[in-house]
């Protein structure tokens, strides 16, 4: 139960999204998981459940930093949800409280988190999302993965 | 004193910039408060600095949302200065308490309320700022604030 | 206009409260404003809409530091409302924000305030409210404007 | 790894303790653990630090919800870190995060977390803490930790 030395992913993206972003999210979070990272993300549906659904499959540890108060709002795969009640403006916390993110998709809510990671100064590695100056584009679920854990 | 019934111009932009966005920045301000708008922005130096100059030169109200705990960091023509203590997680609140957004220049600080702007609905209008769309380009400060009053 | 040099007076109370507690609240409001501070509040009802009230009457300027993410919950007198979004957490923020505090009646979300403003080595006056080691007791709204505005 | 059905006891109190108040907290810890409860905390020292410790010695897992925006601020003995940056403003998602909130000693600070968890229907236990209505009053660990997970 030693997490704290574990990389921490966060896994960005809409509460709504489409089936490739949905498979792609579920995909990271499965290959997180599989190397022994935990997935933080914002703990309610679409890309965020997708991620968390895939990280639980393979036994991972999810954590879901929620906008509203109730540890119950967030999606069933969450193990660790964290309410903060503060709405929208959570997502800062989510980027700050990941090693890496990994955008999947997305819309204003997915670039404010983007953008926070890249004020924090993390890697940010991205699946058909938001194109912006140092975010590092990936191909694929496995490639972003494999750029998540690569040191820099 | 009914600073309620006031539009609120969020001006947003980095905390260094060059002399071409500065010039803007207090160009806006000044505009801003010559239409009694009230200027809303970060507090700090830079581009916040300037739209908050040419506020007070022009005799309008400017409110600074500042990342620390001390009112006392706000640059020397904030009149209202709220500490939050949070650090960027503040730009979440700096969006929010603006009717329109107006960036001018910016990094990813910029970006992350850019960003919340969109998510509240708050219109957004840039001058040479991150192109993200939803947000209205302006040939410059006048044409931004006259876009910032313009009804929608 | 210049805010920035006048004292802040946090007034801080229920939404709720009994008579006395209100006039308490709203005579408090009126003698910090006469004195030329400013009035900063949680931005709701009860105390809070007393305080403002009083101030209001007498000339002086409100802040309402609000739990919601829309300005117009404020009561109709607060000049300038901070919306926040972050529910009771900006319980914290109103603390920070105030020179001293005035604490009149109250329940739990009052007794948080009379805590940070101790945390953050604000004076704490109180009118009839918790008796916690550090708060002052006033015997009227006189008595504790008056040690408010006293240098320590 | 199903954390979420766990009874979350958040364990409140100072960053500097005496011997018996330290004694108390581990002792807290270690019997949360024990009965298969989440020990959340501020994460820092002291009373936080003791609890956290005696936890892990009993195999359970702990929550350090923390001021900074570092997770590496944590005490060693607090699996998963949340940095919020938020200094003490971090008190009130403390006490949102917990089902039931133990205090062991404490100052003004855990005064805050107190009325934190009054405000949100939380139950609040006291070892030698402060004397606010609805605070239970516990005479030992032992008591406190069987009144936390006693239903209501």
Chains 1, 2, 3, 4 share one sequence.
Do not use: Q
Request: hydrophobic share 40%; aromatic share 6%; charged share 25%.
């Amino acid at each position: 139960m030693d997490y704290r030395h574990r990389k921490r992913i966060g896994v960005i993206g809409g509460s709504r999204a489409g089936k490739d972003a949905l498979r792609a999210a579920e995909e990271v979070g499965r290959l997180v998981a599989r190397r022994g990272g935990v997935v933080v993300c914002g703990g309610l549906g679409g890309v965020m459940e997708a991620a968390s659904r895939g990280a639980k499959e393979a036994g991972g540890l999810t954590v879901g930093i929620l906008p509203g108060n109730r540890p119950d709002e967030a999606n069933p795969f969450i193990d660790l949800p964290l309410a903060t009640g503060m709405g929208y403006t959570r997502n800062s916390l989510v980027a700050m409280n990941a090693d890496v993110l990994i955008a999947v998709d997305g819309e204003y809510g997915t670039l404010s988190e983007i953008a926070f990671g890249l004020v924090y100064g993390r890697r940010v590695v991205g699946i058909g999302t938001w194109d912006i100056p140092g975010v590092e584009s990936a191909a694929s679920a496995e490639d972003a993965v494999e750029r998540a854990f690569r040191e820099r």
